[in-house]
C-alpha cells in the first residue's frame, strides 16, 4: 500500500517567514495529493491539492509543488501569519480512486509573533 | 466541514464497554469515510461505506471493530470490549459521489479508555 513520510515533525518560524513542509510517497500510481490543516480540537480542513498532472499550484499565500519522478510533494506558505499556527498533514489517494488517502504523520507549525 | 456532525464530541468508556460513535454526513452525500487518530499521529483510514453497503473496511480491526451507514440515520462506527489503544480521535468524512475531491471531515470523536 501507499506510504506517505513527512518532514520536518514541528517547524518554527518568525511571522512575516516562509515555510516549508516536505512529503514523499512510495506508490507511484497514487494521482491526488491533498494538503490538510487540523487546528487544536477539529477535523482536518482541505487547504490545497493538486493532482499528479500538474506541476504546481498556488493559491494566495499558499502554494504546492509536485516531482511526480522523485515522488515529493511540498507545501510553501509565505509571509506566515499566527493564524497559521496548525498541524498540517500531507496525503495522497490510493491508486483505487474514492477517499481513502493516506496522511502523512504531521508538521506542527508554530508562527511567532 | 460544518456540515459534517459527530457526535459525541468526547466518550469515556471502561475497559469492556462498548463505544459508539455517530456520524451524520453533510445533507445530499451517500458516501462515509471513518479515519482513527493516535495521538501525535496522522489520519489512518479505516472504512469506507456507501448507504446499507461496506465498500472498502480494510483499515479496521478484525475484531471488535464494526461499521454501518443505514438508509435512514447517521453512520455508526461501534467498537465492543473497549481497550485502552482505542483510545484516540475519530473523524468521519462524507462526500457527494465517489470520486470527488471535496470530502468534508467532521470535528471528530474523542474516545477515552479508562
Known amino acids: 500500500g501507499e506510504n506517505v513520510e513527512q518532514h520536518p515533525s514541528t517547524l518554527s518560524v518568525q511571522e512575516g517567514d516562509s515555510a516549508v513542509i516536505k512529503c514523499t510517497y512510495s506508490?507511484?500510481?497514487?494521482?491526488?495529493f491533498p494538503w490538510y490543516k487540523q487546528e487544536l480540537g477539529k477535523g482536518p480542513q482541505l487547504i490545497i491539492d493538486?493532482?499528479?498532472?500538474?506541476g504546481e499550484k498556488k493559491d494566495q499565500r499558499i502554494a504546492v509543488t509536485l516531482n511526480k519522478t522523485a515522488k515529493h510533494f511540498s507545501l510553501h506558505i509565505t509571509e506566515t501569519q499566527p493564524e497559521d499556527s496548525a498541524v498540517y498533514f500531507c496525503?495522497?489517494?490510493?491508486?483505487?480512486?474514492?477517499?481513502?488517502?493516506?496522511f502523512g504523520t504531521g508538521t506542527k507549525l508554530q508562527v511567532i509573533p | 466541514n460544518a456540515g459534517v456532525m459527530q457526535n459525541p464530541r468526547h466518550l469515556v468508556r471502561r475497559r469492556g464497554q462498548e463505544a459508539r460513535l455517530r456520524c451524520s454526513p453533510v445533507?445530499?452525500?451517500?458516501?462515509v469515510y471513518w479515519y482513527r487518530q493516535l495521538p501525535e499521529e496522522g489520519l489512518k483510514f479505516m472504512v469506507y461505506?456507501?448507504?446499507?453497503?461496506?465498500?472498502?473496511e480494510s483499515g479496521m480491526p478484525k475484531e471488535r471493530f464494526s461499521a454501518e451507514f443505514p438508509k435512514e440515520g447517521p453512520s455508526i462506527l461501534r467498537i465492543q470490549q473497549v481497550v485502552r489503544g482505542d483510545s484516540a480521535a475519530y473523524f468521519c468524512?462524507?462526500?457527494?459521489?465517489?470520486?470527488?475531491?471535496?470530502?468534508?471531515f467532521g470535528q471528530g470523536t474523542r474516545l477515552t479508555v479508562v
Open positions: 468524512a462524507s462526500s457527494p459521489v465517489q470520486d470527488r475531491e471535496d470530502a468534508f
Open positions: 506508490d507511484s500510481a497514487s494521482n491526488y
Open positions: 493538486i493532482r499528479s498532472n500538474v
Open positions: 496525503a495522497a489517494r490510493f491508486s483505487g480512486g474514492y477517499q481513502k488517502v493516506t
Open positions: 445533507k445530499g452525500h451517500s458516501h
Open positions: 461505506l456507501q448507504k446499507e453497503n461496506i465498500i472498502d
